[in-house]
Every structure is written in C-alpha cells, then in structure tokens.
C-alpha cells in the first residue's frame, strides 16, 4: 500500500471518529434521555462548569465581610453577623450571582427521566433505590440548598424557606436533610417565626443518627433562638453547650465575648470578667482583644494588686500609639476602677477625659456625661449634674439602652438645674447690690481688669494658633483631652469649674461663690452659659413654648377654661423662667455691663425676688413630681414659705407640702397643712378636694352634663334653629359652673348671629372680636378670624347662607415637573402627621364643615387634642388643617374614623373636598408647590389599602 493510500485511509479514520465523539457529545448533552455518558457529562459539566464557580463566589462574598465587618462593642454582639441589614446590603451583589450560577444548573442540568431499567433478572435493593429516584444529578441539591444560602444572606427570607423545603422534601437521603433544616430553622427565627424554629431545632435534637459536625451549629442556633426573644439566661445555657462543642476559633472566640456580654447583663460581673480573659487567651484579633482587656479591667472586683495591676496595663495602652481613638474607652475604664476603690475626684477627672476624648464614639461619650451628671446629682451638686446631663442629651444615640429614661431624667435634671441656677443668680446680683457704691466699684473694676486680662490672653493665645497653622478644635494643653486633645462638640460642658450645684444652705452665701466663674463666662457674678445647651434641647423636643400654667398640657384651649374641673392649677405647674440680661447690649470691659441687671431699686428688687419665689417652687415640684426626692422637695417649699410668706405661690406650697406628708405619712405636719389650706382658702380647689372624696367623681358628671348639652345644641345650630342656639349659649355660660368649652359656645354663638343678621356687620363684627379677646390661645379662633377677614372683604353674606356648590379645582403642575413633584414627597412613618382637607372657597359652608371636624373630635377624642385650623391655599381652595397626629398609624386611623362618620361630611358634595394625611414635611412641599393632585397620587400609593 503507498503512502497516499495510508494517508488517505487515517484520515477516514479520523472522520469517523470526530463523528462518533461528536454523536456521543449530542446525545449525552439531552437531559431527555437517562443514561451513563449523559449521567457523568451532566455531573461533570454541572460541578466544574458552574457549581464550582457559584459556590467560590459564595465563599468570596462572606470572606470579604469577615474581613471588613466592624464590630459595634457598644451592645451584645451578634451571633450571626449575616442577620444586620448592612451586611444583607454589601452581600447582595456576590449572592445575586450565587443565585444566577445555581438557577443555571438546575435549568441546564436536572435529569429527572428515568432511565430503562434491565429486562432480566432481579433487581438489587440498591436498583430499586435508584431507579425510584425523581433526579438523577448529584449537583441539583447541592445547588437547592445553596441558593437557599444564599436567598437567606440577601433578607430574601421567603426564597430561602422555599429552597431549603425543597431540599428537604425532594431530598431526604442526599445528606443535606439535617443542614437544610437548620438553615430552615434560622431563616424562621429572622422571620420571628419562633415556634416555627423551635420544631424544627427539636426535630433535629431528636434524631438519634444526627452527625457530630452539626450539634455546633444547633447549640449556637438555639442560643441564637433565645437571645433574638431576650431570654438571655437561655441563651447563655446553649452558648455555653457551643462554646464546648465547637473546634473553630472564630466562632470559640465569638462565642466566648458573647457569653461575657451576657454574664455582664445578667449582673454576674465577677464571672464575666473571667470570661472576657478567656477571649484574651484566645488571641483575638486587636480590636476584641482590646474591648475585652477594657472590659475586664472595667468589671474587676478584686484585691488592691490585682487593681494596681489592671492600672498598670490601662497606662500602658493610654501611651500605645495604636490605642488613640479608643483613649475614652480607657479613661472610663480607669473611672470605673476609681469608683471601685471609692476615689470619686479621681472618677469624675477620668471620666471628663473620656468625654473630651471621643473622637466619633457618641455612645462612649453618652455614657461618659451620664456617668458625670449621675455622681454630681449623687454628691449632691445639682447645678453640674445637670450641666453634664444636658451634654449627655445633646449626644444621645438613637439605639441607647433605656433611651426614654434617660431623656425623662434629663429633662427634669434641665428643670431642676436652670431653677436653681435662677435663684443663685439673683441671690448673687442682690448681694452686689446691697453693697455701698464704693464697694461696688471696686468689684466692677477688678471684673473689668480681668476681663481685659482674659480678652488679651485669649488674643495672644489665637496669634500663637495662626502662626502655628493649630488654629482649629483642638487644644493640647495638659488635662484637657491627653493624647489627641479634646474636641468642640455640642454639648460640651467646656470648664468643669463652672456652675456651683449647691443645696439651701449654699444659697445666698460668701462673696467669693457669688463673684466666681470669669473665665469666657457670659455674665459677671455666675456663669450660666452651660444653661443654654438644656433650653436648647427644650426647644428642639416641645418647640417655642409661652411661659404660661399647663404648658405640657396638649390641650390648652380646654385646660385654659376649666375652672374648677381640674386640680393642676392649684398643685402649680413648673414655669421654668428664661434667664435674660441686659448686660449682652455692653462690653465685658464697661461699668454698665457690670450694673445691667443689678436690682438697685425696689421695683428690681420685687422682680428679682418673684423670680426666686417660682424659681424656689419649681425646684420643690421638680424633686416632688419628677425625682422623687420627697425630703428635698419639703426642704424647698418650706424655705420659700420662709423667704417669702406672701408670695402668689402660698396656696400652691401649701398643697404641695400636703401631698408629700400625705405621701410619706406625717401625720403632724399633714395636719397642719391641711389646716392652713381650709382655714385661709376655704373656696379653693385643693380645700375641695381635701374636703370632699367624691370631688373627681362630680368633676367628671360635670364635663360630661356639659358635653351633652353642648351636642343638643349643635343639632340645633344644623337644624337652623339659630335663636335657640343663641339662648343655650347664654345658658351654658351662667347655668353651668364648669363648663370647659366656653370657646365652643361662643363660635356657635357668632355663627348663629351671623346666620340670623348677615346685615349688621358692625354687631357681628364685635361679636368676633369679643371672642377673639377672650379666647386668643383656642381652637377656634381661626375661625374666628377667618369669619372676620370676610366680613371686612364686604360680602353680602359670610358664607352661612346657602349657596350653589362648586367643583373643586385641585391644582395642574406641567408636565415636565410632574415626576420632580412626586420625587420631591417622602413617605416618612414615625414622623408627625396632620389631617388636611382641600376645601372649595365656593363650597356650600365652609365653615360647617371646620366645625363638623372640630365637633367630630370633641366627641370622638375627648382625652386627646387635635388643633384645629383654617389656611388659605390660593384664590380658589382653603386647607382645614388637624394637627398632630404622632405618626402615620395614629393619623391613618383619625382619616378612617373621620371617613366613617355620617355626620362630618354630611350635605357636602365629593367635588368640594379633597381630603388625606400629609407628614409636616411633605405638607412644606405641598404648600410650596400648591399641587393637590400630585399629593392625593403619592398618598394613594403610600398611605391607602389596594382596595381603597
């Protein structure tokens, strides 16, 4: 045979083998058909081609968070990082993909046909077991049960619960059973589906062929389970279980720092102390090791060498360079130790320098201040306790345990602080001015020769800051701040020698308490800057109040015409007084600055002790209703009965003191003051209420006889019956001694004269005026004024008589702005809401329909008090405004009550109004853009049921 015949024979050859590979290649990509080469090729091409590269993106995905994941030691952490939000978020994108790889295989590979079974001979069980398989892919469960993994990383909790049933269900001897169940398990805790979980862990528990490798993971799982419902002595038992149970290192180093965390809060310090030297032990990464180095140091309760020794180690790390942004939590811990060993001016220094230290820890800051505010309120200095309480405040995380309380003890620190602060002031302004002119000014020249001092040091101290190119917010001088210096925050006290804190017997005292605190202090004799930082967060949480009785009260407009239907007036309400000076018009370096606000005539002088007298009172009411301090608050009241025996505030001390000795049962001295109360106001409330143990009962027939006759005379106001409605307004001003809603019967009144007489203006116009003067903080006065503006516009009619309704017209935006509108609005849940209703200017009566709402809320929410108002919008609409619901919840059921009433908007067409909840900053938006229909689409989208 010749060469070309050879040739030509191998390449045939070779044909027909590409043929066979490329036949067996067809075939065994099919999925249809079963066999061993389309079995194997599945298999292979499943794992290596696309499995492999899900799961490496899985692993690559929870590497990087392990990497960078950054602890919060403020709080217990967590037992599975992968539940918090933050991390569900950065591992999105690598489970995404996860998911992508996993749904490829299944897509691609799964063969479910079965495969001809062998006509001859019998079958072997394991035959049996294989043929009676519904897929025949090794690599589709695997895949299940990772997408299941990974639907759980990403919160897509529903996915996951779907993959990890199907595994269980379609894949019961595969060896992912147990697995699948306890990611199942998990997936129901972060759902707070707790029953759910608990079976599923007691199913597994149970099962006598559980494999080892798992019960790790169960015991955490189950710690887990318990510490998710707070039940923290649980938890420590399955934690403990874990911690003897499992062989990995990060986990044995985790599981140990919990369980110290958990020892700490449930007060076995001792204990977790230990605990925490055992995470050190373990040889953690730096940031552990350090949060447990402090933390055992901050728990310790043992022997002075065991003290000096943790002492020696806190120096240490205070000079280790890496240790500069964690230098506040080793000055707390140092404070800690100090009040271990009972060395408080040692605490409180170190605990000043945890403050002054804090770089963006709020939450150490927060407890640095509390712990400051709590031992100078324990010393007891009053006046600094609030000061560094009020800094607290100012910094106070959103998340801080017990965060309600600690603002409620804060806020009645502010009041007790800035009172005692007043009468201080005043004691110290009348001191300097009961001085002879000469010795006044030699004291006015020794403040002016410092100041001058101060402003030229203060000036050569800048220059040296801008020469250095330091000029900036941070001083290195020795104390204030240590390594790193100290930082400007809101809130800092800034010198700790300001304010003074005493009690009654400090009052009044020596000269040099009265002249102290120069320094940047604002004012000459006594340094009450600090005192602007509570008046600024009064403001932030109640607004701009007026100094007035009752300004807690929500509803004023009732409270203001109570009469004798409420005790408060007479109890006192805590006016806590701002303090001005007319000294901020001059320079520090002037004699006038130094005489502004003495009281150097008698007329000053009654001034300055009235303030003290409420200043002296509030400070009693705060330790009596607030601090429950009862000796404190007898001691105040009693020495203002004693400094002032005249004051307006006798009846209110007298009453005050009552209810403590009542409180503390003194027979004596309640005696006394009950005494005192009949005998010299023998017609006061609080006479009646000692007198008469069924007052409240009768107060509240009263408000409720009052309220009766006040809804049958509204039915008569609807049924036009103007001259009756005017007579009963009459009458329930003389007929009925409580009657809390004059203000009401008043508008019924105006409205019925109007209705009667729309000619005489010049009546009506009185008439509004009258009430108006009588009634300025009310509800209704917008209506009033509302009625006025019209009049004075010269109509025939102010709009009580019936006329033709028309449309509403609400509002066109142009096209172009049409998506910026509805972007601009923010659906905002827990922010305040108001109830808006677009009103038609043309509408029948506009002016019923405010008074409806008004109406529906008098007798639908009696105990609460929604301000009512009316805004005009433009030329065309009017708003009738309610406020302030506390969040979207409590506004969406005042929307649904107020739909459901038959009388609301009776005999008003639905082309008159408009109506719907708003957030106070989305209202801002919506006025601005004066656009209704924009706002009723984003509030059908966000607010409404579907069916709606």
């Known amino acids: 045979m010749n060469i070309y015949s050879i040739l030509k024979q191998i390449k045939i050859y070779q044909i027909a083998s590409l043929a066979l590979i490329l036949i067996v290649v067809a075939t065994a990509c099919s999925t249809k058909k079963n066999t061993l080469i389309s079995r194997n090729y599945h298999n292979l091409t499943a794992h290596y081609n696309i499995y492999f590269n899900g799961y490496e993106i899985y692993t690559e995905g929870l590497k990087k968070i392990e990497t960078s994941y950054q602890e919060d030691f403020n709080k217990i952490l967590p037992l599975d990082i992968y539940t918090k939000k933050e991390v569900a978020r950065r591992l999105l994108p690598d489970m995404d993909k996860t998911v992508k790889k996993c749904s490829k295989v299944i897509t691609m590979h799964s063969i479910t046909s079965k495969p001809k079974r062998k006509s001859r001979g019998k079958q072997s069980d394991r035959q049996k077991e294989f043929y009676k398989q519904n897929e025949f892919n090794k690599w589709i469960d695997d895949s299940y049960f990772l997408m299941g993994k990974a639907y759980y990383l990403k919160h897509d909790n529903f996915a996951a619960i779907q993959n990890f049933e199907y595994v269980i269900r379609q894949f019961p001897n595969e060896g992912l059973k147990n697995d699948a169940s306890l990611w199942l398990a998990k997936t129901h805790i972060a759902l707070k589906d707790y029953r759910a979980a608990k079976d599923l862990l007691d199913r597994l528990e149970g099962d006598a062929e559980l494999p080892d490798r798992i019960r790790p993971e169960i015991a955490a799982v189950r710690a887990n389970y318990h510490m998710e419902q707070e039940e923290f002595s649980d938890a420590m038992n399955y934690l403990v279980e874990a911690i003897s149970l499992t062989k990995n290192k990060s986990d044995l180093i985790r599981f140990n720092y919990i369980a110290a965390q958990l020892l700490e809060k449930e007060g076995e310090l001792a204990n977790a102390s230990l605990k925490y030297e055992d995470v050190i032990k373990l040889n953690p990464d730096y940031r552990m090791a350090f949060n447990a180095k402090i933390n055992r140091a901050r728990l310790y309760e043992g022997d002075a060498d065991t003290g000096q020794e943790i002492r020696k180690q806190l120096a240490k790390m205070l000079k280790d360079d890496k240790n500069i942004e ?19 001016d040692s605490a409180i220094e170190n605990y000043k320098l945890s403050a002054q230290s804090t770089i963006d820890n709020l939450y150490q800051q927060t407890l640095s201040y509390k712990a400051l505010g709590e031992l100078y309120y324990s010393r007891p200095e009053y006046i600094k306790a609030q000061v560094y309480y009020d800094s607290c405040l100012m910094v106070l995380p959103e998340d801080f345990p017990d965060r309600d309380n600690v603002e409620k003890f804060g806020l009645s620190l502010n009041a007790l602080g800035q009172n005692l602060s007043m009468v201080k002031r005043e004691d110290s302004l009348q001191s300097v001015a009961a001085l002879s002119e000469e010795e006044r000014d030699v004291l006015i020249k020794i403040k002016i020769d410092e100041a001058k001092r101060i402003a030229e040091e203060q000036q050569r101290l800048e220059e040296e800051e801008r020469m250095n190119g330091r000029q900036g917010g941070f001083r290195m001088a020795g104390g204030q701040g240590g390594p790193g210096g100290s930082r400007s925050l809101p809130g800092n006290p800034g010198s700790m020698n300001q304010g003074g ?16 605190g120069s320094g940047g202090s604002k004012w000459y004799f006594y340094n009450p800057s600090t005192l602007s930082y509570g008046q600024a967060e009064f403001s932030k949480r109640f607004g701009r109040r007026k100094l007035e009785d009752n300004w807690r009260r929500k509803n004023k407009g009732i409270s203001s015409a109570m009469g004798d239907m409420s005790t408060e007036g007479e109890e006192g309400d805590i006016q806590t007084q701002a303090m001005k000076s007319n000294a901020d018009k001059y320079q520090n370096t002037t004699r006038e600055y130094y005489l502004a606000d003495l009281p150097l005539n008698d007329t000053l002088l009654k001034e300055s002790n009235d303030r003290i007298a409420v200043a002296l009172f509030n400070v009693g009411k705060v330790f009596k209703d607030e601090l429950n301090k009862e000796q404190e608050a007898i001691e105040y009241f009693e020495l203002l009965l004693q400094r002032y025996p005249e004051t307006d505030k006798l009846l209110f001390a007298y009453y005050n003191l009552y209810q403590v000795f009542k409180e503390t049962e003194q027979s004596d001295k309640l005696a006394y003051y009950k005494s005192l109360i009949l005998n010299r106001f023998p017609d006061s409330r609080s006479a009646k209420i000692i007198s008469n143990p069924n007052f409240f009962q009768e107060i509240e027939e009263a408000r409720i006889e009052i309220m009766a006759f006040y809804k049958e005379t509204y039915l008569l106001y609807e049924k036009e019956d103007y001259e009756m409605v005017i007579s009963n307004c009459v ?21 019925s004269i109007g209705a009667l007489d729309p000619e005489n203006k010049l009546v009506l116009a009185n008439q509004i005026n009258d009430l108006l003067f009588k009634y300025p903080e009310s509800e209704v006065t917008e209506t009033a004024r509302t009625l006025l503006k019209i009049l004075e516009s010269g109509p025939e009619s102010i709009g009580l008589a019936n006329t033709t309704p028309g449309g509403l017209s609400i509002g066109k935006v142009d096209p172009a702005a049409e998506e910026e509108v509805m972007q601009d609005f923010q659906f905002q849940e827990d922010a305040v809401h108001y109830y808006i209703a677009v009103v038609s200017r043309r509408t029948q009566d506009l002016n019923r329909l405010t008074f409806n709402i008004s109406n529906f809320n008098v007798e639908n929410f009696d105990q609460d008090y929604f301000e009512v108002s009316s805004v005009p919008m433009n030329d065309d609409l009017m708003l009738i405004i309610v406020k302030n619901f506390a969040d979207e919840t409590v506004g969406m059921n005042y929307y649904y009550s107020l739909l459901a009433d038959p009388q609301a908007f009776a005999d008003f ?14 209202y801002n938006i919506f006025y601005k853009n004066q656009n209704v229909f924009k706002y009723i689409q984003f509030f059908k989208a966000n607010y409404l049921d579907e069916e709606n």
């Open 326 to 344: 964690f230098l506040d939590q080793i000055y707390y811990a140092l404070a800690e130790l100090d009040i271990k060993e009972d060395l408080v």
């Open 909 to 922: 067409d639905q082309t008159d109004f408009r109506h719907f909840i708003i957030s106070r900053a989305n």
């Open 731 to 751: 009458k329930a001003d003389t007929a009925f001694a409580l009657n809390p809603i004059r203000d009401k019967f008043s508008l019924l009144q105006v409205l």
């Open 501 to 516: 804190g005493s009690r009654v017997s400090g009052m009044g005292g020596g000269m040099s308490s009265q002249m102290g």
